[in-house]
């Protein structure tokens, strides 16, 4: 079916919006393809930014396409478009993990006004890597943020003190094994920016967005810096009450990897239009031990995905995207 076409500029802002996105140290696992005949927006994992120690299965690179997704879906809403989506459509071809068609929305409503909603807060959704206050995340609050996870189909829950504690010290458990394994400090250094690279960087993650080191407290996330001196970069005291909630999914394949993204980023841009701060932890999921002692033995069920902090204090700082032209290659047909 040939749909009425959209111009390129409308097309290059939805993936912008897209690419916003949070993904494993910054790495953006992700390339779009517009099918222009057919108004289609491919989704496809960039397997050339894989992380094979840390990532082996491609499940964080799945996560972190599936929020680049759902950012796409706001965009769309936004722009007055109803995307339907189509998850993992070719069973062949696995690097294909979702196909977009672009048709116009209602004339006289929003497609998902939900959605639309969420849409300032994709520019101002950044992780903090900065101390928050000790203030608890109010009740009602957790509640919107359970229920943007569960229409996305997975599961939000807040971890209690013990369990938060519990989890942190899982994070120092995998910080010691990375230190402690080579391929492990390589394929981190491959995406942290240090000195004049970080300003010119259009991916991974720049030594202004490592964060201070703690004196005191803890949180959940790896220290980007390593071994490596960062100048300027100073040490804190942390909240001791740590706010973490964690993100969780029934089953634990492909395409509950990218529902999982949907979930996370439906849950960031809510918490950001909330006035929360917001950082995330895959820390202890990266290795199959680890993670199945991040679940609450208590009341947790399914598979955790991505250990998420909360609360209040200062945004974090943008960091780098790659510019359009390097994710988006435009597919029209061939004249004959």
Same mark, same amino acid.
């Given at each position: 079916?040939?749909?009425?076409?959209?111009?390129?500029?409308?097309?290059?802002?939805?993936?912008?919006?897209?690419?916003?996105?949070?993904?494993?140290?910054?790495?953006?696992?992700?390339?779009?393809?517009?099918?222009?005949?057919?108004?289609?927006?491919?989704?496809?994992?960039?397997?050339?930014?894989?992380?094979?120690?840390?990532?082996?299965?491609?499940?964080?690179?799945?996560?972190?396409?599936?929020?680049?997704?759902?950012?796409?879906?706001?965009?769309?809403?936004?722009?007055?478009?109803?995307?339907?989506?189509?998850?993992?459509?070719?069973?062949?071809?696995?690097?294909?993990?979702?196909?977009?068609?672009?048709?116009?929305?209602?004339?006289?409503?929003?497609?998902?006004?939900?959605?639309?909603?969420?849409?300032?807060?994709?520019?101002?959704?950044?992780?903090?890597?900065?101390?928050?206050?000790?203030?608890?995340?109010?009740?009602?609050?957790?509640?919107?943020?359970?229920?943007?996870?569960?229409?996305?189909?997975?599961?939000?829950?807040?971890?209690?003190?013990?369990?938060?504690?519990?989890?942190?010290?899982?994070?120092?458990?995998?910080?010691?094994?990375?230190?402690?394994? &080579?391929? =492990?400090? /390589?394929?981190?250094? %491959?995406?942290? $920016?240090?000195?004049?690279?970080?300003?010119?960087? +259009? #991916? @991974?993650?720049?030594?202004?967005?490592?964060?201070?080191?703690?004196?005191?407290?803890?949180?959940?996330?790896?220290?980007?810096?390593?071994?490596?001196?960062?100048?300027?970069?100073?040490?804190?005291?942390?909240?001791?009450?740590?706010?973490?909630?964690?993100?969780?999914?029934?089953?634990?394949?492909?395409?509950?990897?990218?529902?999982?993204?949907?979930?996370?980023?439906?849950?960031?841009?809510?918490?950001?239009?909330?006035?929360?701060?917001?950082?995330?932890?895959?820390?202890?999921?990266?290795?199959?031990?680890?993670?199945?002692?991040?679940?609450?033995?208590?009341?947790?069920?399914?598979?955790?995905?991505?250990?998420?902090?909360?609360?209040?204090? &200062?945004? =974090?700082? /943008?960091?780098?995207? %790659?510019?359009? $032209?390097?994710?988006?290659?435009?597919?029209?047909? +061939? #004249? @004959?």
């Amino acid at each position: 079916m040939v749909t009425q076409g959209l111009d390129a500029g409308t097309v290059a802002s939805l993936v912008e919006d897209a690419t916003a996105a949070p993904s494993m140290h910054n790495a953006q696992p992700w390339a779009f393809r517009h099918v222009t005949a057919e108004d289609v927006l491919e989704l496809r994992a960039d397997l050339t930014r894989a992380m094979p120690r840390t990532d082996p299965d491609h499940r964080a690179l799945h996560i972190g396409c599936g929020a680049a997704l759902f950012n796409l879906r706001v965009a769309a809403v936004h722009g007055g478009l109803a995307p339907e989506v189509r998850l993992l459509p070719d069973p062949g071809d696995d690097r294909l993990l979702a196909v977009v068609r672009l048709v116009p929305g209602p004339a006289d409503r929003t497609p998902d006004a939900g959605l639309a909603r969420l849409h300032p807060a994709i520019r101002r959704r950044h992780t903090s890597r900065h101390p928050f206050t000790e203030r608890a995340v109010p009740e009602p609050v957790r509640q919107t943020l359970r229920e943007a996870a569960a229409q996305e189909g997975a599961e939000l829950s807040f971890a209690g003190e013990w369990h938060a504690e519990f989890v942190l010290d899982l994070v120092r458990d995998a910080e010691s094994r990375d230190l402690a394994d &080579p391929s =492990g400090r /390589a394929e981190l250094e %491959r995406w942290t $920016r240090l000195g004049p690279e970080a300003d010119t960087a +259009v #991916d @991974g993650v720049p030594e202004y967005a490592f964060g201070p080191r703690r004196s005191g407290g803890r949180a959940p996330w790896r220290d980007f810096a390593g071994r490596r001196p960062v100048a300027g970069q100073g040490t804190v005291p942390f909240e001791h009450t740590q706010h973490l909630a964690l993100l969780s999914t029934r089953g634990d394949r492909p395409a509950d990897w990218l529902a999982a993204g949907q979930a996370l980023e439906r849950v960031l841009l809510a918490a950001t239009l909330e006035g929360l701060a917001t950082s995330l932890s895959s820390h202890p999921l990266e290795s199959p031990d680890l993670r199945r002692l991040t679940r609450d033995p208590r009341s947790g069920s399914g598979q955790v995905q991505m250990v998420l902090r909360l609360g209040y204090g &200062p945004e =974090g700082p /943008a960091t780098p995207r %790659r510019p359009v $032209r390097d994710v988006l290659t435009v597919v029209r047909p +061939v #004249d @004959g």
